[in-house]
C-alpha cells in the first residue's frame, strides 16, 4: 500500500451517555483512563511494522469524548503514533471535543501537541434542547469552547449540530444556524436525529414521556440548513457536512472516497485491501487482549469485489463530486455506466441522480432520498 | 378372488368428524401397515394436509379382512376430502364405490357438508352405513345424533355404529357392516373392458399413474388400452394396488381397485372421469362419469419478480399433473405484467394451490382477489363469460350481467339463526327455509350470489355464530344483478389488478373500505399518492397516502461501514417483495386487501 493513510483513534469514554447515543462509548469508567491509553500505545506500537511504507496525512480522534482524557495522554498517543508512524508534516491532526470538557488551558496544551483541527460536538445553543438530550454543557459553554479555540490558535473549528431533537423547535434551528456562522467556525455537521435501540431516548418515546418534532416540522429543519449554511459560505460537501472551501474534513472524506485507514482502540475499525477489521467492543477485553499481544479484532470481514462496488457507490454518492467513472473504472475494471444501465435510468427518471459524461451525483432529491439510490446499487443477488 | 368377497367404500364425513382417524384405524385393524409403519393420518400424504388436518387429494387403499364368518374379504377403501371445495374430488370417489361409511360426530351432530355429502352418495345408489364416532367424549350424545340423521336425512339409524376411532372402540364392527352391508360389486366377465378412472398422480418414472376401478373385465400388463373420452391407445405396463404404497399385481379383476401405468406423458390423455377399455375389444358404452369440474373461482396469480414467469407455468402444470380440478390459463395485467387466470373449485382449494407454489416450488406470488364467473350480455347481443373484473366492457356495451347463484345450507344452534338471517340478508341472500334439525339446531337455505360467499360471507357466519355454524353450497343458477366495476386509481392510474366486480348499491361502501385499507398498506413514497375508488369516470372515494419527507443515512463513517449496508440490504429486501406499477409500489398484500376488508 503505497497510499496515503487514514489514522483513526477511539476514545470510548463520556462522562454521561447523551439519550440518543448508541456509540460504543461508556461513562463511569475513568479509572480504566491510564490503561486505556496504554494499551492503546501498544496497538499502535506493534501494528506499526506492516504500515512502515505507508505515509499518514489524516489522524483522528474521536469517541465518546477524547477530551475527557487528560491532555498529557492524548498528547502522549499523538507521539507514540508519530514515533512509529510516518505521520506527514501538513497532516490534518483532529479531535472531537466536549464542550463542557475543554477550557482555554487545555485546547492550548491541545494545539501545541500538533492537533489542528477541532471537532467540537455542541448539536445546539439552545439550553433546552440540549438538556433534553442529556448534554453535559450549555449552549454558552459550547460557543466559549469555540471562542477558547480560536484563542489557543486553532483555525481549523468544526462544529455538529443536530436537528428532530426532543423538544427542539424550527425556530431552535433557526438561531443555532445563525450562532454557528457567526462564530469563528470553519465547517458545520449538520445531523438528523435518528432514534437508536436500546437508547434511553427510544424508551422514552415509546413510553410516551418524549415527543420528537412533527416530521414536516423535521423536514423544515433539514431543508433549512441545506440553504442556509451555504447561503453563508458553507458549501455542503457531503449530505451532512458543510464547510468553507479548503476546510473540509480530510480524514471523512477517506471513508467516502473508499480509501484506507488504521484504527486503533476498542471498536474501531480499519480498512485496506479488501479487508474491514473491527476491535472489540469492549474496553476491558480490548486492554486484556492488547497487554497479552493477542488481536483485539472480533470481527474480520473480507468485502468481495460486488461488495465493495455497493459501497463504493453509496459512500462515494454521499459526497458533492459523486462517482467519477474513470475513477470507478480504475479501481474495479468496471465501466459504471454500462454495468448500472438499468439502475442509472430508473433513478435519473426519478430524478434522483444527475448523470453528466464523467460521473454520477446525487441531485437534492436525491439527498432526500438518499437511500433509495444507495440501495439500488447493491450486488445483484442470484438471478 | 371372486367378486362376491369384494367390496368398495368410501367415508364420508363433514371436516373434522374423524374420517381420516377412521381410515388410519382400518388400515391399522387390519394389517395392510405394521403398527411401526403407521403414522397419523396415513392417507393424508401432502404436508399441507397433514398440518391442516384436512384431506385434499383423494386416496385409495387395500385392505384384506378375515370375516367373522371365516372368509377372506378383500376391502378397497376410498378416501375423500371432507371439504366443500372438493365435493368433486368426493363425487369422483364415489363413483368407484357401492358404498359409503357416513361418519357423524357424536358431539356435534349433522353438519352441512354431512348433509352434502350424503346427497353426493345417494345419487351413486350407495349403501350407507351410519358411523357414529368420537363416542368416547364425555359430551357424546350419540341417541340425539341418531334422531337427526333419522328426521334430517331419511335414513334409518337404529343401527349406527357406535365408533370411536380415536380408542378404536368399534372398529371390528364397522368391518362386519362393510362385508354384511356392502353389496360386493356387480360385473359381467364376459363384457368388454371397463375400467373407471377415479383419480390419477404423475410419477417421473412411469408417467401418469391412473387410478382405477374395473368394472368390467379385467387388466394385466403387456394389455393394449384404450381411453374412451380422449381416443388414445397405450400399453399397459404396470398394474397394481394400493397397500397403501403402490405394490404391482399380476392383474387386476372385475370390482377390483388399483392403478395402471402405461408410460403416459400427458395427463390429459387419461382424465379423470374418462373409462379404460380394451383396445383389441372395445366396449360399446363408456361408463357414466360423475358431476364434471366447474372451477367456481377465479384469481390472477402472478409472480413478484416477472422472470419468475416461467418457472410459474412449469410449477402449475406440474401441479396440474395431479389436480385435474386446477385450470390456468395465462393473462396480461397492465399493473402486474405477464400471469396466469386460475380456476379453483373455492377459497380453501385456491389457497392451497397458492401455498403449494410458494411452499413446493419456492415462488413468491401476487394473487388478486377471487371473483366468480360473470355472464355479460352485450347490447350487440354477444354473451361474454368473465373471469377478470378488468375485462368487464365498458358500461355502454352492456345490456345486462347475470351472476352465479347458489343454494348455500347453514346448520347452526337457534341462538345464531338471527344473526345467520341477518348476514345473509346483507349477503343479497334470499330467504328459502329454515328446518329445526331437534330442539336446538337448525338448518337454514338461502339462495346466495356466490360472489358472497367468497368475498366474506364464511368467514363473517364463522365469527357471528362463535364458529358454530356450518356451510355447504351448490350452485344452482345465474341471475341477473346490478353490478358495476370499482375501480382503483393509484396516483391517478387505474391498477387493473386491483378492479373488482361489486352490487351497485355496495360499490360506494365497498370502495370507502379499500382505499381506507390501501391506505394503511401502500408505504409512503417520495410523492404523496391519492388512492380512489371510482366507478365509471366516477370517484368514488379518495385517501391520501403522505409523501415520506425523508429517506437518508444522516452519518456514516469508518466504523459503521458494514451496519449501514445490511441496513440499505433489509430496505432492498423489502422492496423486492414490491410491485412496481407506474411510478408507485405495491406490497403483495394490496391485491389480496380486495378480499378481506372488515
Redesign the interface.
Given at each position: 500500500m503505497t497510499d496515503l493513510l487514514g489514522v483513526y483513534i477511539h476514545i470510548p469514554f463520556c462522562r454521561q451517555k447523551c439519550f440518543y447515543c448508541d456509540f460504543p462509548s461508556y461513562a463511569g469508567l475513568e479509572k480504566l483512563f491510564d490503561d486505556y491509553a496504554a494499551a492503546l500505545c501498544r496497538e499502535i506500537d506493534r501494528r506499526s511494522g506492516l504500515f512502515s511504507a505507508c505515509r499518514v496525512d489524516t489522524v483522528f480522534f474521536g469517541g465518546g469524548t477524547p477530551t475527557l482524557l487528560p491532555v498529557k495522554t492524548l498528547t502522549s498517543i499523538l507521539e507514540t503514533l508519530q514515533r512509529r508512524f510516518s505521520v506527514l508534516g501538513d497532516a490534518e491532526i483532529s479531535t472531537e471535543a466536549n464542550p463542557g470538557t475543554i477550557d482555554r488551558e487545555t485546547l492550548r496544551a491541545l494545539r501545541s501537541a500538533g492537533f489542528n483541527r477541532l471537532s467540537i460536538g455542541v448539536q445546539s445553543f439552545s439550553d433546552r434542547v440540549l438538556q433534553a438530550a442529556g448534554r453535559i454543557h450549555t449552549g454558552r459553554q459550547a460557543i466559549q469552547a469555540v471562542l477558547a479555540a480560536q484563542a489557543a490558535g486553532f483555525d481549523n473549528i468544526s462544529i455538529d449540530l443536530m436537528y428532530g431533537l426532543p423538544e427542539q423547535t424550527l425556530q431552535d434551528v433557526s438561531s443555532s444556524l445563525r450562532q454557528a456562522v457567526d462564530l469563528p467556525v470553519s465547517h458545520v455537521s449538520v445531523y438528523g436525529l435518528k432514534v437508536e435501540e436500546t437508547t434511553p431516548l427510544e424508551a422514552a418515546l415509546s413510553a410516551g414521556r418524549v415527543t420528537l418534532p412533527e416530521e414536516d416540522d423535521e423536514l423544515a429543519m433539514y431543508e433549512l440548513a441545506t440553504r442556509f449554511l451555504p447561503d453563508h459560505g458553507y458549501l455542503r460537501y457531503e449530505i451532512s457536512n458543510y464547510a468553507q472551501p479548503g476546510k473540509e474534513c480530510r480524514h471523512n472524506l477517506k471513508y467516502w472516497r473508499y480509501q484506507s485507514y488504521l484504527g486503533f482502540g476498542a471498536a474501531a475499525c480499519s480498512f485496506f485491501a479488501d479487508e474491514r477489521l473491527t476491535n472489540t467492543m469492549d474496553v476491558r477485553e480490548y486492554i486484556v487482549d492488547v497487554n497479552a499481544d493477542k488481536s483485539p479484532v472480533a470481527i474480520k470481514e473480507r468485502i468481495e469485489k460486488d461488495t465493495a462496488m455497493a459501497e463504493y457507490v453509496f459512500l462515494a454518492l454521499r459526497t458533492k463530486e459523486g462517482i467519477r467513472f474513470a475513477e470507478f473504472f480504475h479501481r474495479f475494471c468496471v465501466d459504471f455506466p454500462s454495468y448500472y444501465m438499468e439502475e442509472i435510468k430508473t433513478l435519473r427518471q426519478q430524478q434522483l441522480i444527475y448523470v453528466t459524461a464523467h460521473g454520477i451525483g446525487l441531485t437534492v432529491l436525491g439527498m432526500r432520498f438518499g437511500n433509495r439510490v444507495f440501495a439500488a446499487f447493491l450486488p445483484k443477488k442470484n438471478k | 378372488m371372486d367378486t362376491a368377497h369384494i367390496r368398495n367404500f368410501s367415508i364420508i364425513a363433514h371436516i373434522d368428524h374423524g374420517k381420516s382417524t377412521l381410515a388410519d384405524r382400518l388400515i391399522e385393524y387390519t394389517g395392510a401397515l405394521s403398527a411401526r409403519e403407521m403414522e397419523n393420518q396415513v392417507l393424508d400424504q401432502m404436508d399441507l394436509e397433514r398440518e391442516r388436518g384436512i384431506t385434499i387429494k383423494a386416496q385409495a387403499v387395500r385392505l384384506e379382512y378375515k370375516a367373522q364368518n371365516g372368509e377372506e374379504y378383500m376391502l378397497n377403501l376410498i378416501d375423500t376430502p371432507g371439504h366443500v371445495d372438493f365435493t368433486y374430488e368426493v363425487s369422483r370417489s364415489l363413483a368407484a364405490c357401492e358404498g359409503a361409511l357416513l361418519v357423524v360426530d357424536a358431539t356435534q351432530g349433522i353438519e352441512a357438508q354431512t348433509l352434502a355429502n350424503v346427497y353426493l352418495a345417494l345419487e351413486h345408489d350407495l349403501e350407507i352405513i351410519v358411523v357414529i364416532n368420537k363416542i368416547d367424549l364425555p359430551s357424546a350424545d350419540p341417541e340425539k345424533v341418531k334422531h337427526e340423521i333419522e328426521e334430517v336425512i331419511g335414513l334409518d339409524a337404529s343401527d349406527a355404529i357406535l365408533v370411536s376411532a380415536k380408542t378404536g372402540l368399534g372398529i371390528p364392527d364397522v368391518l362386519e357392516a362393510i362385508v354384511r352391508k356392502i353389496p360386493p360389486p356387480r360385473t359381467n366377465l364376459t363384457e368388454p373392458l371397463r375400467a373407471l378412472i377415479f383419480d390419477s398422480h404423475f410419477d417421473s418414472y412411469k408417467g401418469v399413474i391412473a387410478y382405477v376401478r374395473i368394472m368390467d373385465g379385467s387388466i394385466r400388463p403387456g394389455m393394449k388400452v384404450k381411453t374412451m373420452a380422449s381416443d388414445k391407445v397405450f400399453e399397459v405396463t404396470d398394474v397394481g394396488v394400493f397397500r397403501p404404497a403402490l405394490r404391482n399385481i399380476d392383474e387386476l379383476g372385475p370390482g377390483q381397485v388399483g392403478f395402471l401405468a402405461a408410460s403416459v406423458k400427458n395427463v390429459k390423455d387419461t382424465r379423470v372421469g374418462d373409462t379404460i377399455t380394451d383396445a383389441t375389444r372395445p366396449a360399446a358404452q363408456p361408463l357414466t362419469g360423475y358431476r364434471k369440474i366447474t372451477p367456481m373461482v377465479f384469481c390472477g396469480l402472478y409472480t413478484v419478480?416477472s422472470?419468475d414467469y416461467e418457472a410459474l407455468r412449469d410449477a402449475l402444470e406440474k401441479l396440474q399433473l395431479n389436480d385435474a380440478s386446477l385450470v390456468f390459463e395465462p393473462e396480461t395485467s397492465v399493473a402486474l405484467g405477464f400471469g396466469f387466470r386460475c380456476g379453483f373449485l373455492g377459497l380453501l382449494h385456491m389457497d392451497v394451490i397458492k401455498e403449494r407454489l410458494e411452499r413446493e416450488y419456492d415462488l413468491s406470488l401476487i394473487t388478486t382477489a377471487p371473483n366468480v364467473i360473470y355472464k355479460v350480455y352485450k347490447t350487440d347481443g354477444q354473451v361474454l363469460q368473465i373471469d377478470n373484473p378488468a375485462h368487464l366492457p365498458s358500461p355502454q356495451e352492456i345490456e345486462h350481467i347475470e351472476e352465479p347463484y347458489v343454494k348455500a345450507t347453514v346448520i347452526v344452534p337457534n341462538e345464531f339463526v338471527g344473526a345467520v338471517m341477518e348476514l345473509s340478508q346483507e349477503k343479497r341472500g334470499e330467504y328459502k327455509d329454515m328446518k329445526y334439525l331437534d330442539t336446538t339446531r337448525v338448518m337454514l337455505t338461502y339462495h346466495l350470489p356466490l360472489s358472497e360467499i367468497i368475498y366474506d360471507y364464511f368467514d363473517r357466519l364463522k365469527s357471528s355464530t362463535r364458529g358454530y355454524a356450518s356451510l355447504d353450497y351448490e350452485l344452482t343458477d345465474y341471475q341477473e344483478s346490478s353490478l358495476v366495476k370499482l375501480d382503483i386509481l393509484l396516483n391517478g392510474e387505474p391498477v387493473d389488478a386491483l378492479s373488482v366486480i361489486v352490487h351497485r348499491d355496495r360499490a360506494q361502501y365497498r370502495g370507502r373500505l379499500l382505499v381506507e385499507k390501501l391506505r394503511g398498506i401502500i408505504p409512503r413514497q417520495?410523492f404523496e399518492i391519492p388512492v380512489q375508488a371510482a366507478i365509471g369516470n366516477k370517484v368514488v372515494a379518495r385517501e391520501t397516502v403522505r409523501a415520506?419527507?425523508?429517506?437518508?443515512?444522516?452519518?456514516?463513517?469508518?466504523?459503521?461501514?458494514?451496519r449501514?449496508?445490511k441496513l440499505?440490504?433489509k430496505?432492498?429486501e423489502g422492496?423486492k417483495r414490491m410491485k412496481q406499477v407506474g411510478?408507485v409500489e405495491i406490497p403483495q398484500e394490496a391485491f389480496m386487501a380486495v378480499l378481506k376488508i372488515d
Open positions: - | 419478480d422472470v417520495m415520506m419527507r425523508k429517506d437518508v443515512l444522516a452519518k456514516c463513517y469508518g466504523g459503521d461501514i458494514t449501514k449496508r440499505l440490504e430496505q432492498k422492496k411510478s
